[in-house]
C-alpha cells in the first residue's frame, strides 16, 4: 500500500509555476477513487480468506421499496356447484334423443342393489322401454400428424355396426332386465303361494311350473308368467315402469301362445306323444290366471277354458305330475264356473256316482293336502249336478211352466242332499283344510236350497248360513285355503237374508283382498250386494244371481 502511494506526492512537487499548469485536479480526484477501490477489494479478499472456515450468513432480503397496495388479492374459492352445461358422456340413445342420461353403467337408467331396482332418472331409455345404445368410445386428444390419424379412426369407429352388440347377450330369453327379475321373484316368494292350498313345503306352481318356465325353448310360458306377475304388482302399487314392461311380455306371450297352437294344430304327432306341447298347455292356464287377476268382466276368459278342455280332450301328456296337476286344477274352474255362468258349461266325463272325473289316475290319498280342495274327493261333484238341476229350472221359469220345480227335479235334490249327507272329507279333523271341506260342504246344501226353493228367508236356510259362518270363523285369514275360498264364499252371500249375517261375510271378501289382491274379488262383492239389495226389496229376481251378473255385464270366473 505504501508503495503504491509513493507514486506521487504532493511534497515531491517543485513550487514551479511552470510545472503547475501541467497538474489536472480533476484525474487527481479519479486517481484517488481507483486507490481507494483497490484497497476495499485487497481488504474485502483478505477478509475471505481469514473467514474460509466460518459460515456466511444469508442477508436479509430487500423491503420493496413504495407503499403497500391496499387491496391484497385473494384465492380463488372453489365451489362444488356444478354448471348444468350440456353433458356430453351420455349415451348414444339420450344424446340423439336430446333427453338427460343419468351416465349410468352398462346402459342407462338402472343400479341393482340386492333384488330392489333404484330409478334414478325419469327420462332414461329404461324408464321409456327403449333400447339403450350404450356409450361411445372416450376420445383422448393428440396434437399433430398423429392425433389427426386416431381422430379419423375414431370417426369410423363410431360407424353403426349392427354385428356387434351394445350390451352382453342374455342367459335366459326373456329375463332380461332387473324389472324382468322382480316379476319373477314376486311370482316366486309371493304369488305362486296364493294361488293353490299347500302345507308351505309343496307349492305346486313352485314345484312343477317354473322348472318349465326356466327352459330355453319355453319362451311363451315364461312371457306369460312374467306378464302375470308384472299384473299383480302393478294391482298393488301402480307403477309406470312396470307398466311399461308388463305390456311387453303380454304382446309377446300372445305371439307365442299363437305361434305354439298353430304349429301343434299343424303337427301330426300331438295326440301320440312324440311332440312335447305340455308348456303350451301351461300357458293357457296362465293366461286364465291373467285375466283373474286383472279382474275383466268381459268373459274373455272363456277362451282359455275352452283351450284348455281341448288339450285335455285331444293331447296326451308328456308329465304325468304335470298332468295330474293341471286336470285338477283345471277342473275346479271349470264346475265352479257353472255356479256363475247361464251358458251350459261342457264337464268332464264324471264316474257313476258323478262325482269325480274319470281320468284322475288316483284319488287324493288320506291326510293329504290337495292342490285344490274338493276335486278329487269328490264334494265339488255336487255342483255339477246342482247346477243342472238350476239350468232346469230356470228354463222352465223362462217357459212359465207349473209348477217349474216338478217332482223329477225334488227327487233329484233329495237325491243329492241323502249323498251329501254321506260324505266325508278326506283330510285330517281340525286342520284348516278340513275346516275348509266343512264349510265348502254347508255352502253346497245352501246352493241347493236356494236352487229349489223360492227366494225368500227360512229358517232352514238361516241356520244353513249360520253353520257356514261357524266354520268360516275357523278359516284363518292367512292359511292357503283362502286360494279357493271365493266360490264358496259368493253362494253363501247369495243366501244371507239377514243384516247380522252379512258382516262377517265382508270380513272374508277383506281378507281375501289382503291375501291375493286378485281382480275378480272386487267384482264379485259388488254382484253379492246387488243380491242384497233385492233381497231387500223382495225381489224374486234374487234367486237368479247369474241373470243379475248378466244385466250388470258382469262375466268372470268367481274362483
Sequence with gaps: MDTLRTQWDPNDVESNDDDVEDINPRREKQAEGCLKSIERRVCSA??????????VETPHPRKPRGRPKKDTPV?????????????????QTCRNRKKKCDELKPICGYSVDSWSLIMSSSQNCLNNGIHCQGYAPIRVWQSGKNGGKQRKGQENALTPLPSIPSTLRHIIPGLESPVDMIFFNHFYHSLSKVLTVHDNVSIPFREIIVPMVLQDDNQGLRHSLLCFAGLHIIGQEPNPTFNVRQEHHYACALEC????VNKAVESTDVTTGAVNQDPT?????IHLLIYICKGSTDGSYRIHLDGAREWIANHRFSDPVFF??????????EIWNSTTSIDPCPVLDMDDDKTSPK???????????????GVKDGLLGFITKIASLRRTIRSRR???KVPAVDYPIIASSLEIKFDLDAWTPVQEPNTPAWYFSMFCRECIWVYLYRTIKASKPSEDLTNAVDDALIYLKEVDPAESTQAILLSPLFILGCAAFHEWQRPPIETAFENLLAYSNLGNIRPARQVV???????????????DWETIMRDMNIDLLVT
Design 75 to 91: 384465492a380463488p374459492v372453489t365451489s362444488s356447484f356444478k354448471k348444468n352445461g350440456r353433458s356430453k358422456t351420455g349415451c
Design 529 to 543: 250386494r246387488r243380491v242384497w239389495e233385492l233381497m231387500d226389496a223382495g225381489d224374486e229376481k234374487s234367486w
Design 398 to 400: 223362462a217357459e212359465e
Design 281 to 285: 298347455i301351461a300357458t293357457t292356464i
Design 46 to 55: 483478505a477478509k475471505r480468506d481469514a473467514s474460509s472456515d466460518q459460515t
Design 359 to 373: 281320468m284322475f289316475p288316483d284319488p287324493v290319498p288320506q291326510g293329504r293336502v290337495a292342490a285344490m280342495v
Design 324 to 333: 295330474d296337476f293341471f286336470l285338477e286344477y283345471f277342473v275346479f274352474h
Design 257 to 260: 301362445l299363437s305361434a305354439d
